[in-house]
């Protein structure tokens, strides 16, 4: 449940402080919100308080800026497992200090997933990365698997700072700035009354998509995650297979220089043409190598977690029948959707135009290596006499 | 590599400026007879015409491939018969006339291969396009009867006669001439020539060593060139190919976005254009590469070309190996029997022999033995002598004449493998063009969505 200490609101704009009444109302409290109890100076319908949803975070808004690196291992007698350096800057008042560094391992963020989505029932909380890679034969601790989830760690604890509500989350809080001892004593304290109420919203919450009179918008909800489950997901295998096509076309390129090299070795006239050959694929091998990364950097992360989003979105479903508790809790989580819907269009159209762009670049690349070796060429053919013609 | 017609054509003169001694020009002129005996019954013309021919400028296509199904011993067979054409043209600008057209399939042309490389051995005789596909990558057929595969082997076909005809020596040959005008009956002409009784079987044995004592320092070179040539341009087609196969995998597996986008688009309201478009061009990308990979084969074509060709030079290589190693034997054996010779008439025995052996055991000869002998002995030295003599004329001959087409062939080899080259790296410029506007076009429909 997000408290508002007094003197934390003169950071935020009024606006957002509307915006982050209106959710704390809708979210956590169980009891009947009725439409009328807002405040006079306050959007009353919840279609504008959804368009004031859509405006994206102003940067200078951005208070709370947060970095997961620094992979390490540990060894202990029962157990090893990898810890990540989690770093925030901070200027919000109810932070002690405006710098904290700790480390925290996956179960860490399990735990503090878990309190959000009991917390926040009907919020769309972002997704961790799996615990383990199924598919492929990726170690546990291979850096490759090290490095993706790091990533998704990083995007994971940015998206909670990004959500009005979920960013001024205790749990969350504690979780960034607590050492070691300090957060396993908080995490043992048990769930809340307010949670476990929030434990039945959510059922209800849920199961609005297993029941047959349910309304319009949920039955259009539901449709649209079916159908993006399904994209999201056949597009997350077809960027896997470039990925993993363009990897192997770059093992080839990098023997394929070499041979020209080697070839004009044992050439005279001709070997300028053939080392400007091998120079032109070393670098075009090279290029790709930044083509790869580009993937594996921007492109694959960003599908991979909407992969995630949508599994969770697809879960179902204890039907409950409790219809004017539903009330609320459609409002709230209508809004949330309404939000997430408009990052996911950003993130996917930025990660494809991101994607374009970088092509261009590597395409460009190799385009301004092959001119200028014809250019060289053309400038020796030049400067030779002409042959004798047989 | 439709180009490489009209680029080798070639003016077709007599003798060039240096008079080259033919070793088998005596045998030509034989070959020569028996076929103009064999075309009396076409008329009173041809003997003119021939004289002639070698003076205009003549082009030569393989047109056309066509299946065909012929009879042999044992069953009925399919194969792919080539369209020879030869046009001369009377002056520089006018018209070509269609002179000669015939149909021939390829173990015919193998046949004149293995003729010029019997009669010209010091030639590095021009190859001929692969028998059987290989460099292959996922995409391409191994099959013979593949229309590309067809394809690819007209052109080389055509390749190889034009290379023929601009050559100086070759592009003289009767067996070469009757192959482009006389249809039936060629092969068995050719048989006639007897070439393959004259062809050294050794030769086959390739990798039998004879240990030559004096080695011609150039041509031990050049044989290790052409093997270090042979070896790099195999090692180079062989990475092209894989490398083919992964640009195919990339560019194809981004048509799936294209299916992908343009459903989604469906049901996706805000999106929906955007995703459209740009799955149009994600389909565009992934169909652009056929043509790339198409003009690509050309390319490799041409190498193979001269992977081939490091076998031709080889062989001549081999060939000098050979007849310096014969040279040598019989030098040997010349220096034996004079020895043989000097002990039988000063009756000194300075070596061992059999035949000495057993005269010391079993008693000595007669005198008119003895000089028997030694007559047989003279007369064979002096035939030796003859032919040691006739064969190292045979060999500096050869020598010469090697060389200078090895020289030609260098050069040949120096500006066309360069144009190859050349032309691989347009090749590529237009392949980053085409990818730049496809993702240009793309990012714009992505920033729109």
């Known amino acids: 449940m997000a408290i508002f200490p007094r003197h934390a609101r003169t950071h935020l704009s009024r606006r957002k402080r509307m915006l982050n009444d209106a959710w704390a109302k809708g979210g956590g409290d169980a009891s009947l919100m009725d439409m009328n109890s807002l405040s006079p100076t306050m959007p009353t319908s919840p279609l504008s308080m959804i368009n004031q949803v859509k405006f994206e975070d102003e940067p200078d808004l951005k208070d709370l800026f947060i970095t997961v690196d620094d992979p390490e291992s540990h060894v202990t007698t029962i157990e090893t497992f990898i810890t990540y350096r989690v770093a925030t800057q901070t200027s919000r008042g109810e932070f002690d200090s405006s710098e904290f560094e700790v480390r925290r391992r996956y179960q860490d963020f399990l735990w503090l997933k878990g309190k959000l989505e009991e917390a926040h ?38 998206r909670i700072a990004d959500h009005p509500t979920l960013t ?66 056949l597009i997350d295998k077809i960027s896997q297979r470039i990925y993993k096509e363009e990897r192997e076309y770059f093992d080839e390129m990098k023997e394929y220089g070499p041979i020209h090299a080697l070839w004009s070795e044992s050439e005279e006239d001709l070997a300028d043409t053939l080392g400007g050959v091998a120079s032109c694929l070393d670098r075009c091998c090279q290029a790709t190598e930044r083509r790869l990364c580009g993937l594996s950097e921007a492109l694959l992360p960003v599908v991979h977690e909407y992969v995630l989003y949508s599994e969770m979105l697809m879960l179902t479903e204890e039907v409950g029948k409790l219809e004017d508790k539903v009330e609320c809790a459609n409002t709230a989580l209508r809004a949330d959707w309404e939000r997430w819907k408009q990052n996911m269009r950003n993130d996917i159209k930025s990660a494809f135009a991101d994607t374009a762009e970088r092509n261009i670049h590597y395409y460009e690349q190799c385009l301004a290596t092959w001119e200028s070796f014809l250019t060289a060429q053309s400038d020796l053919y030049a400067k030779e006499p002409p042959d004798d013609k047989p | 590599m439709e180009e490489a017609a009209p680029a080798l054509e070639r003016l077709l003169q007599p003798a060039p400026l240096e008079p080259l001694g033919h070793p088998d020009a005596g045998l030509e002129a034989a070959v020569g007879e028996e076929a103009e005996g064999a075309q009396d019954e076409e008329g009173p013309g041809d003997r003119t015409m021939t004289e002639n021919f070698w003076v205009k400028k003549i082009e030569i296509s393989v047109s056309e491939a066509e299946k065909r199904t012929g009879r042999n011993a044992m069953n009925m067979q399919e194969y792919t018969a080539y369209l020879v054409e030869t046009r001369s043209v009377e002056h520089n600008d006018g018209p070509s006339v269609l002179t000669d057209s015939l149909w021939r399939r390829y173990s015919e042309f193998e046949l004149l291969r293995n003729y010029l490389l019997v009669y010209y051995p010091h030639i590095v005789v021009p190859p001929l396009p692969e028998k059987r596909a290989e460099f292959i990558w996922h995409k391409l057929s191994a099959d013979n009867m593949d ?106 597996v981004h048509g799936n976005y294209g299916r992908v986008f343009s459903e989604w688009s469906a049901i996706e309201k805000e999106m929906g254009d955007g995703l459209q478009s740009a799955g149009h061009h994600m389909d565009v990308y992934a169909s652009s590469i056929d043509d790339i990979l198409e003009d690509e084969e050309h390319y490799a074509d041409q190498l193979k070309e001269y992977l081939f060709y490091a076998e031709a030079l080889r062989a001549v290589c081999r060939k000098h190996e050979l007849m310096q190693y014969d040279l040598e034997m019989a030098a040997q ?117």
């Open chain 2, 147 to 252: 229309p590309d595969f067809v394809e690819r082997r007209r052109i080389g076909l055509e390749n190889f006669l034009l290379r023929v005809a601009s050559h100086p020596i070759l592009c003289r040959d009767r067996i070469f001439y009757l192959f482009l005008t006389q249809e039936g009956n060629w092969k068995e002409i050719v048989n006639e020539t007897g070439f393959q009784l004259k062809a050294d079987s050794r030769l086959k044995a390739l990798n039998a060593t004879f240990r030559v004592k004096n080695p011609d320092k150039r041509f031990t070179e050049l044989k290790h060139y052409s093997d270090e040539l042979q070896s790099v341009i195999s090692h180079l087609l062989r990475v092209r190919a894989r490398v083919a196969d992964r640009l195919y995998g990339v560019y194809k």
């Open chain 2, 333 to 449: 054996d010349l220096a034996s029997k004079k020895q043989q010779c000097e002990e039988l008439s000063t009756g000194t025995v300075r070596t061992f022999s059999l035949k000495g052996m057993t005269t010391k055991l079993f008693g000595q000869e007669t005198p008119e033995q003895r000089e028997a002998r030694i007559k047989v002995l003279e007369e064979q030295i002096s035939e030796g002598e003859q032919q040691l003599k006739s064969k190292n004329l045979e060999g500096r001959e050869f020598v010469k004449n090697a060389w200078a087409d090895i020289e030609r062939f260098k050069e040949q080899k120096n500006r066309d493998l360069k144009e190859a080259l050349i032309s691989y790296a347009v090749m590529q410029i237009s392949m980053c063009k085409k990818g730049i506007q496809v993702w240009t076009n793309a990012k714009e429909c992505f920033s729109k969505m």
């Open chain 1, 121 to 158: 029932p009907t919020l769309i909380i972002p997704p961790l990365p799996e615990k383990f890679v199924v598919k492929g034969m990726v170690e546990r601790f291979s850096d490759d698997f090290i490095e993706t989830r790091r990533r998704a760690l990083n995007k994971f604890l940015n």
């Open chain 1, 168 to 233: 001024f989350s205790e749990d969350f809080k504690v979780f960034l700035t607590a050492q070691a001892g300090e957060l396993s004593s908080h995490k043992k304290q048990g769930p809340g009354l307010l949670s476990r109420m929030g434990q039945t919203v959510r059922a209800v919450a849920l199961s609005m998509r297993g029941v047959r009179s349910r309304p319009e918008e949920f039955t259009e909800m539901n449709d649209f995650i079916e159908t993006f489950s399904q994209k999201i997901n």
